[in-house]
């Protein structure tokens, strides 16, 4: 158990109208008694009860620093699972330093990043993947993001592990015992039974494992990178999306030749966009150094836009960006359709299937054909959170894959005709693997580097 009180401000380390310093441990009461003061009445706070807010002074001795608001909340009701006290105080980066610097002074050491929800783990207030959701709501860049990081951390993941992980311990226990007592239990025949559950288990870690890609893309956003010839539009339709002037756009072909980057929010969701230099085969050095870059973004892209002037005739450089996309998710936008047209979707169809969306980037035509064709293309056209759980973490997802790979190895050992003492070494191993997303099965200093990642009073 953690003995020591740590304190920290937990809230933005800028100007703003309230301030929050948090202190949580044994003698979090003890240090609040010692620097409060009441605003009518002398009282000592750790004679109050617990989840009352009181008002008055935080003192240096003699000197009041700040008139404040101050929260009680005895453990184990709290976030962290111990005594905690959180101070309001004035939003000023030179108070909230001040009554930080009293706090420690009074007896509470500087918390390191993360620390509060590590202390929250390790008390058992929260499982490892909750605590993982904490820093993931804080880090939430859209709707879909912050549903999904407070569905787990209202336990979803956590759910979905211990009801498999609950169906391996009995295995396994099983196997053991009748190891254990032969002339009491059989097990003849207990291989073909085990492997009905163990694909079972198997499907429903699958179903976990292919929900990282969307969790990925809910988490991260959509890596999406905009492709087309040069002056095909691709500025222009970035510009749009933004809803800034965000490119220079001119009549000049190969006026982009660098990568620009832009995160945008479609329909509660995040892209990614890199504009690119128009493809192209070109002599200019530069530009061609801008068109090599465009093909090797496109290579890692979650999305291409493939954003095509309908003015003018296809050539070699819309066969090459064809090929391109042959085997990508891609988006395919005939622009420039308030011209002259000569390409439409029925001729592009003869050399591609991906979706079409005739637009005007310049009059802002089809675009909320096209926002809508994004959100279709990734998510079915709505994501629900109800029932659905989605591993947004590269570490779960690792777990998870080793989970299931231990569980083939059973499957293999049923099919060999191997000694039972095999499946219950292998099905253990896909117990501790999952263990490890829960917190249940980790080592120190994992610990210790996930919740480094955190915000400092977090």
Same mark, same amino acid.
């Given at each position: 158990m953690i003995k020591d009180t740590i304190a920290a401000i937990a809230t933005a380390m800028t100007a703003s109208g309230i301030g929050i310093i948090r202190i949580s441990g044994e003698e979090a009461f003890v240090i609040i008694d010692r620097i409060y003061k009441g605003k009518k009445k002398e009282k000592k706070l750790s004679n109050e009860k617990s989840h009352t807010i009181h008002y008055g002074y935080i003192m240096d001795g003699e000197e009041a620093i700040d008139e404040v608001l101050v929260l009680l909340m005895r453990g184990p009701h709290s976030y962290t699972g111990e005594d905690t006290v959180e101070i309001d105080c004035h939003g000023g980066v030179y108070v909230m330093k001040r009554i930080l610097e009293t706090v420690i002074k009074y007896g509470a050491r500087p918390a390191e990043p993360g620390e509060f929800t590590k202390r929250a783990f390790l008390n058992g207030r929260l499982d490892l993947s909750q605590a993982e959701a904490v820093i993931d709501v804080i880090q939430s860049k859209n709707e879909y993001a912050l549903k999904s990081s407070v569905s787990q951390l209202k336990g979803s993941v956590l759910e979905k592990i211990s009801e498999i992980r609950k169906e391996i311990l009995y295995h396994t226990a099983f196997i053991e015992t009748a190891l254990d007592d032969p002339e009491h239990i059989s097990i003849d025949g207990y291989g073909e039974k085990l492997q009905g559950t163990v694909e079972k288990l198997q499907g429903a870690i699958r179903r976990l494992l292919e929900s990282a890609d969307n969790g990925r893309i809910i988490k991260e956003g959509i890596q999406t990178v905009i492709v087309g010839k040069p002056n095909a539009g691709k500025s222009s339709l970035l510009n749009v999306l933004a809803g800034k002037e965000r490119a220079i756009v001119t009549d000049i072909e190969g006026t982009t030749r660098d990568i620009l980057e832009e995160n945008i929010q479609i329909n509660g969701i995040c892209l990614n966009i890199i504009d690119t230099a128009g493809i192209r085969d070109t002599e200019d050095i530069v530009e061609k150094i801008g068109v090599d870059k465009a093909k090797d973004y496109a290579k890692d892209a979650d999305l291409i836009i /493939?954003?095509?002037? !309908?003015?003018? !005739?296809?050539?070699?450089?819309?066969? #090459?960006?064809?090929?391109?996309?042959?085997? +990508? #998710?891609?988006?395919? *936008?005939?622009?420039?359709?308030? *011209?002259?047209?000569?390409?439409?979707?029925?001729? *592009? #169809? +003869? /050399?591609?299937? +991906?979706?079409?969306?005739?637009?005007s980037a310049k009059q802002e035509h089809g675009i909320e054909k096209v926002e809508h064709a994004l959100k279709e293309m990734f998510f079915e056209g709505k994501v629900s959170f109800n029932d659905e759980v989605y591993i947004t973490n590269i570490r779960q997802k690792t777990a998870l894959q080793n989970a299931y790979d231990s569980l083939e190895k059973v499957i293999g050992s049923i099919e060999n005709n191997m000694p039972e003492d095999f499946y219950s070494i292998d099905l253990m191993d896909a117990y501790e693997a999952l263990g490890s997303i829960t917190g249940e099965t980790i080592g120190e200093d994992l610990v210790n580097e996930i919740f480094s990642k955190f915000c400092m009073g977090k």
């Amino acid at each position: 158990m953690i003995k020591d009180t740590i304190a920290a401000i937990a809230t933005a380390m800028t100007a703003s109208g309230i301030g929050i310093i948090r202190i949580s441990g044994e003698e979090a009461f003890v240090i609040i008694d010692r620097i409060y003061k009441g605003k009518k009445k002398e009282k000592k706070l750790s004679n109050e009860k617990s989840h009352t807010i009181h008002y008055g002074y935080i003192m240096d001795g003699e000197e009041a620093i700040d008139e404040v608001l101050v929260l009680l909340m005895r453990g184990p009701h709290s976030y962290t699972g111990e005594d905690t006290v959180e101070i309001d105080c004035h939003g000023g980066v030179y108070v909230m330093k001040r009554i930080l610097e009293t706090v420690i002074k009074y007896g509470a050491r500087p918390a390191e990043p993360g620390e509060f929800t590590k202390r929250a783990f390790l008390n058992g207030r929260l499982d490892l993947s909750q605590a993982e959701a904490v820093i993931d709501v804080i880090q939430s860049k859209n709707e879909y993001a912050l549903k999904s990081s407070v569905s787990q951390l209202k336990g979803s993941v956590l759910e979905k592990i211990s009801e498999i992980r609950k169906e391996i311990l009995y295995h396994t226990a099983f196997i053991e015992t009748a190891l254990d007592d032969p002339e009491h239990i059989s097990i003849d025949g207990y291989g073909e039974k085990l492997q009905g559950t163990v694909e079972k288990l198997q499907g429903a870690i699958r179903r976990l494992l292919e929900s990282a890609d969307n969790g990925r893309i809910i988490k991260e956003g959509i890596q999406t990178v905009i492709v087309g010839k040069p002056n095909a539009g691709k500025s222009s339709l970035l510009n749009v999306l933004a809803g800034k002037e965000r490119a220079i756009v001119t009549d000049i072909e190969g006026t982009t030749r660098d990568i620009l980057e832009e995160n945008i929010q479609i329909n509660g969701i995040c892209l990614n966009i890199i504009d690119t230099a128009g493809i192209r085969d070109t002599e200019d050095i530069v530009e061609k150094i801008g068109v090599d870059k465009a093909k090797d973004y496109a290579k890692d892209a979650d999305l291409i836009i /493939y954003v095509v002037d !309908a003015s003018r !005739a296809l050539d070699e450089n819309d066969e #090459q960006i064809l090929e391109m996309i042959r085997e +990508k #998710q891609a988006l395919i *936008l005939l622009n420039k359709s308030d *011209l002259d047209t000569v390409i439409t979707k029925e001729l *592009l #169809q +003869k /050399y591609t299937e +991906k979706p079409m969306i005739e637009i005007s980037a310049k009059q802002e035509h089809g675009i909320e054909k096209v926002e809508h064709a994004l959100k279709e293309m990734f998510f079915e056209g709505k994501v629900s959170f109800n029932d659905e759980v989605y591993i947004t973490n590269i570490r779960q997802k690792t777990a998870l894959q080793n989970a299931y790979d231990s569980l083939e190895k059973v499957i293999g050992s049923i099919e060999n005709n191997m000694p039972e003492d095999f499946y219950s070494i292998d099905l253990m191993d896909a117990y501790e693997a999952l263990g490890s997303i829960t917190g249940e099965t980790i080592g120190e200093d994992l610990v210790n580097e996930i919740f480094s990642k955190f915000c400092m009073g977090k």
